[in-house]
């Protein structure tokens, strides 16, 4: 910003003596340029700023988990999510599911999601739950196969066993929203009445863009399901096409990780602002880190540095620049995630020696 400023001014000696008419447009020019400044320093402002941490691939005690939080409250950032629910595991406590004979024996118990809560909100942190359907579901499809053979084949996509049959199944949708409820009524934060969010996945869907119109009712008829609980459903961009963006409900509002590459799905910030989608930054360059313990204190160090000038709330991951300016109104928060698929041998304290540097890094930023 400050080099706008040297530019004016250096633009400013050249024309002083210039005619009237070049004065004019300097003004012009000046208060153009102020006031985009200053407009998007306020927006920076009221960017809402939360950590996202995979628990379905990597197991979190629940006290790295409140450290965590207590470092986001530090920082002065608003929210937690917590991705529970992948192809790896579906990681909090389910009375749908007898667990018993399941190949991940890692999961959060309802008391300790609710102590979690219980603490974050006492921080003044907002915890949300973060969902994944109708893909990345292999393991929710294999815990109900354990406890309902009949049902499992029932809901199944014929593209993919790690995906929900999403072509006007009602059973699917009925067990989808089976499990909304059942998470909604966990994550009830009555002090953020009004305000809180529930991620509903959508991302990666085999089959989602040949099928469109069928994967857009799926999603609208959960989405709206969330919403009657009293929250904002959420869901990731990437399979939403320029046609499928025309019947997706508002009431969704978008975590944009990266462009898809498919020209019919390469929908931008600035598209989901025409269709009044309000959209979160999850850059998957500047926003994404997978702990693992190949990494050094020397290569966190460096992470930090790069998250330092990599990410600005507004930069968002295109497929010709992943670090490009949007200059857009919709844009309402921004979260750094730390996903679990290289972190399964390590400790707690490996985890938190890594993922601590990056939260300051991040929550230091003032953009």
Not at 123 to 138: A, E, G, Q, R, T
Request: aromatic letters at 16%; charged letters at 25%.
């Amino acid at each position: 910003m400050k080099y706008i400023n040297i530019h004016i001014k250096q633009f400013a000696y050249y024309t002083e003596k210039g005619d009237n008419m070049k004065s004019k447009i300097l003004i012009a020019l000046s208060v153009l340029l102020s006031f985009t400044v200053s407009n998007n320093e306020v927006q920076a402002e009221n960017i809402q700023k939360g950590i996202t941490i995979d628990i379905a691939r990597k197991s979190y005690s629940l006290d790295t988990l409140k450290t965590i939080v207590k470092y986001i409250h530090d920082h002065n950032g608003q929210y937690l999510q917590l991705h529970f629910s992948d192809d790896e595991n579906y990681a909090i406590e389910s009375e749908y599911f007898d667990r018993k004979s399941f190949s991940n024996p890692y999961y959060l118990t309802k008391t300790e999601v609710k102590s979690l809560i219980e603490y974050s909100n006492d921080l003044n942190v907002m915890v949300i739950p973060d969902m994944d359907f109708p893909s990345h579901s292999k393991a929710f499809l294999s815990l109900i196969k354990q406890n309902d053979e009949s049902l499992y084949h029932e809901i199944i996509s014929d593209y993919s066993d790690n995906t929900l049959d999403f072509f006007s199944n009602h059973k699917a949708v009925d067990v989808t929203n089976r499990q909304i409820a059942e998470i909604t009524e966990l994550f009830k934060q009555p002090q953020f009445a009004e305000q809180q969010r529930i991620v509903l996945g959508g991302d990666e869907v085999a089959g989602g863009g040949a099928h469109q119109k069928s994967f857009i009712e799926y999603m609208n008829q959960i989405g709206d399901y969330a919403f009657q609980q009293g929250y904002e459903p959420q869901m990731w961009n990437d399979m939403v096409t320029y046609e499928g963006i025309k019947f997706l409900n508002n009431h969704y509002s978008i975590l944009y990780w990266k462009q898809n590459e498919d020209s019919k799905s390469n929908l931008t910030v600035e598209d989901f602002d025409q269709y009044q989608f309000d959209v979160y930054n999850y850059n998957y360059y500047s926003l994404y880190f997978l702990p693992s313990k190949k990494f050094s204190q020397e290569d966190i160090k460096e992470q930090a540095e790069y998250i330092g000038w990599a990410y600005a709330y507004n930069k968002f991951y295109y497929n010709k620049n992943p670090y490009s300016e949007v200059n857009s109104q919709n844009v309402k928060g921004s979260a750094l995630s730390f996903w679990g698929e290289h972190a399964t041998d390590m400790t707690q304290e490996e985890l938190i020696n890594q993922e601590i540097p990056l939260i300051k890094a991040y929550f230091n930023i003032k953009k």
